[in-house]
Each structure stands twice: as structure tokens, then as C-alpha cells.
């Protein structure tokens, strides 16, 4: 299937940093989403992104589809104890194919 | 509420006794699907289901069973289970292939 290269694999930050993470593919999706999993939980959906070039804020989270289609990244800006948890991109090809997911980004916030 | 159920949250089982993991949905979504989360490797999708009696494998079907014979449940069947299935399973459904998906809380399988 298709990959998606996420990075970093892991963020040590300090609390009311900002924080930037991306996904590159090697091929081109329609859509690309970003979830958030917390511990002993499910993913839960940040932020959709439907529009080459689209910039999409969520708070203090904003998104942006790449215009190529093959990347996409995550900022969160000043970040704070219940930011860490591990942050996953998804690309969809099609409106009618699965999702593929990144292998996550391990966000850990120092006070 | 909306939400995806998954039973049981936690399984040990020994290697080769079948089980089944139940998935619940009570939004309508058309669109189920099953991944599997293990360290290093992320989310890779087993089997999904664009609609009932319609299913299809995944990145990495081999070694379980899906079926969908009514819209909001979708299990998912290991017939003869092995060590290195061990792992976080994750039911999902949306509306559509994609957008929004709603996750479950997942189940902790252990094969012995």
C-alpha cells in the first residue's frame, strides 16, 4: 500500500513552545487529515483538509495542504500539558479509498 | 451520544482458539473499517466496508475475517490467532472512504 513518511518521530519541547511536524508521500491524495491519540484512547480528528494550498486553524492548531498534494503539515502554537499524545497525518487518494496514516509523532511537553 | 463501540477493551487469549471483536456503530456510516496500531508501524488498515455485504482487504488482511451483514456492525474474526497478532486494534466508521473518521477505544489483544 501507500506510505507516508511522518516526521519527527518524536518532539521533547518545553510548555508555550510552538510545534511543527509534517507528512510527505510519494504520491498524490485528495485529502489529507490529522488526528490526535491520547493514551488508552482512539484517534480523534484535528483537522480536515480538502483543497490544494488550504490553510486550516483549529485554536492553536493550523494545518496546511500542500500544493504539490504529497505533503501537509501540523503547527500548534504555545504549546501546554494536554498537547502531548501522539499526533498522526492521513492521506486519502480518492473519495472512495481508505485512509493511509503516518506512524505518528510522539509529542512530550516539559513544564 | 455518537460513537464507535468496540468489545471487549482487553483480550489474552492462547495461540489458535478463535475470537471475535465486535464493532458497534450508531451514526449510519456507509464506511466501516479495522487497523491494527503496533510501535513503530502506526495504523495499518486489516479489511473496510463501503456498505453492507461489501468488504475488501486492507494493507494487512492476512490471518483475520470481517463480515458486514448489517449496516452498523462490523467484527472482526481471528479463526486461529497467533503471537504476533498481538496488538491495539481500532474499529472506525465515517460517512464516507475518508472524511472524519470516528474511532473506537480500542482492544488490546494478547496472543499466548
Known amino acids: 500500500g501507500q506510505q507516508l513518511n511522518q516526521s519527527p518521530q518524536s518532539m521533547f519541547i518545553q510548555e508555550g513552545e510552538d510545534v511543527s511536524m509534517n507528512c510527505t508521500s510519494s504520491s498524490i491524495f485528495n485529502t489529507w487529515l490529522w488526528y490526535k491519540q491520547d493514551p488508552g484512547e482512539g484517534p480523534v480528528l484535528l483537522i480536515a483538509?480538502?483543497?490544494?494550498?488550504e490553510l486550516t486553524s483549529n485554536g492553536r492548531l493550523t494545518a496546511q495542504f500542500g500544493i504539490t498534494r504529497k505533503d501537509s503539515f501540523l503547527n500548534i502554537s504555545a504549546s501546554i500539558p494536554s498537547d502531548v499524545g501522539i499526533y498522526f497525518c492521513a492521506g486519502q487518494p480518492g473519495g472512495a479509498d481508505g485512509l493511509t496514516f503516518g506512524k505518528g509523532t510522539h509529542l512530550i511537553i516539559q513544564p | 451520544e455518537a460513537q464507535v463501540t468496540q468489545n471487549p477493551r482487553y483480550l489474552i487469549t492462547v495461540t489458535g482458539k478463535k475470537l471475535t471483536v465486535t464493532c458497534s456503530q450508531n451514526?449510519?456510516?456507509?464506511?466501516m473499517s479495522w487497523y491494527r496500531q503496533d510501535p513503530g508501524l502506526g495504523l495499518r488498515q486489516i479489511y473496510y466496508s463501503m456498505n453492507v455485504e461489501v468488504t475488501d482487504k486492507g494493507d494487512v488482511p492476512e490471518g483475520y475475517k470481517v463480515s458486514r451483514k448489517e449496516k452498523r456492525n462490523f467484527p472482526l474474526i481471528l479463526e486461529s490467532p497467533s503471537p504476533n497478532q498481538t496488538s491495539l486494534y481500532f474499529c472506525?466508521?465515517?460517512?464516507?472512504?475518508?472524511?472524519?473518521?470516528?474511532f473506537g477505544s480500542g482492544t488490546r489483544l494478547t496472543v499466548v
Open positions: 472506525a466508521s465515517s460517512w464516507t472512504g475518508g472524511n472524519g473518521y470516528t
Open positions: 451514526m449510519n456510516h456507509e464506511y
Open positions: 483538509l480538502y483543497k490544494a494550498g
